[in-house]
């Protein structure tokens, strides 16, 4: 199999959430390409008889996260930060209060990331994901209605890390995000958690992976 390279651009939207992974291909395109619209989602096989639980499932967005899960995400990202911070100790950060860090130093941090064997990926334009391929075939088993399970790193040009983990149950596909940084005693923390259901995705031919987040919709929201 032809051997492709994928870059990574993250896009956030007032109501919606978009992920673009692309394939840059280098033989034939995929024989995927599929756009798919899950049905609705049954909250009575995770919920039980709770009404607001039911429907808190049911809007999709803001859902309970298990505290193992929760457990899981934070001691990953308190690990995989730690890994890197010789990487970022010994950057050039500048004077400033808000730290950037150049595209190389976020590179090298991306390369020791990488190490972990999952998919990592930077916001700097036309880069390259590490170990593309685990996210390739994650997503072609999502297509074949095959349950499972993706983590994900996004390297922040300040030294954060963002975490996700896509979910897939054989009907719908979720995403456990976690954004994680460093304090002013160069320690690491969770700065926010949140899961939410996938509304819509379409993973095309050569490779782009876009989603659609559930989000609160009109009355709850507004211009």
């Known amino acids: 199999m032809v051997s492709k390279k994928i870059s990574i651009l993250f896009r956030m939207a007032l109501i919606s959430g978009v992920l673009l992974c692309a394939c840059q291909n280098e033989g034939e395109g995929k024989k995927t390409g599929l756009h798919v619209e899950f049905t609705e989602f049954d909250p009575g096989k995770e919920t039980g008889s709770d009404r607001e639980e039911a429907e808190q499932w049911e809007r999709g967005y803001r859902l309970p996260i298990e505290k193992q899960e929760q ?70 088993a999502c297509l074949d209605r095959k349950e499972g399970s993706m983590v994900t790193y996004e390297i922040h040009s300040d030294g954060g890390i963002g975490r996700k983990k896509y979910i897939f149950d054989g009907a719908d596909l979720y995403v456990l995000s976690v954004n994680a940084g460093w304090n002013v005693e160069n320690e690491p923390g969770i700065s926010d958690i949140s899961y939410t259901r996938i509304k819509e995705w379409h993973y095309s031919e050569k490779g782009w992976f876009s989603y659609e987040l559930c989000v609160p919709e009109y009355p709850e929201v507004t211009e």
């Open 71 to 140: 457990k899981e995400a934070e001691a990953d990202c308190d690990y995989v930060m730690k890994s890197f911070f010789p990487i970022y100790e010994q950057a050039e950060k500048g004077k400033a209060s808000n730290v950037v860090l150049s595209d190389d130093t976020v590179f090298k941090i991306q390369k020791k990331v990488g190490e972990t064997g999952y998919p990592v990926y930077t916001m700097i334009r036309y880069s390259d994901m590490e170990n593309e391929k685990k996210m390739e075939h994650f997503l072609e």
